[in-house]
């Protein structure tokens, strides 16, 4: 098979970019490995994402999903605990990945993009003429080629070689469900952690903490340090 543009993950970086690139006129393939909807931790959107679901077309659909908006965030930072507001509206959506992911890929299927899923892109190779990407697709081998590929599953091919840019953190997470949980997202600084906490439209509240990855691997960490919430407002 050939075609224009072959870009390797479905994710909304994926999905978006695929969209566009049919709306603007080439022949896009998009191949995803995982069946949807998937499980997948991200679910507080900003506002600034509103903007780029207007540029693909697909900010209808996402509205249409019901998904909650954001109207405030708690906020414990260096021993000031505030309640920040947006001043120009809503500060973004609160979504399920899983819908949200699955959202964007049919509105890029409607735009044109042929789909592949579930299927993986193996060790895609470049020549002169542009990229042979093998496919495995139920049991089938595919070959695509193509003259320009997008590589959207968040793994850099580069990844041994960069350099980091600031000390390792590991983000710890959990799903919890009961009564009187916060009804907003939360942030809030630790002595040696920090956390961000977010409400679910299912009713789950997702909890993250981020820590220092050397320190953790030591065990280095109380169940002190790691105390979140101390004092949750519903």
Known sequence: METDICVIGAGPAGSTLATRLAQLGHEVYLVERSRFPRPRLGESLTPGVLPLLDVSGARGAIEAAGFPAVEAIDVDWEATRERRAGDDGPMGLLVDRGRFDAILLRHAEDAGVHVLQPASALDPQEDDRGWTIPVDRRSCRLE?????????????????RLRPSGPGTLALYAYWRGRNLPRRPRIQAGRDAWYWGVPLPDGHYNTLVFVDKEAFQADRYTSVDCLLYTSPSP
């Open 144 to 160: 695509l080629r193509a003259r320009f590929l997008v590589e959207a599953r968040g793994r850099s091919p580069d990844r041994g």
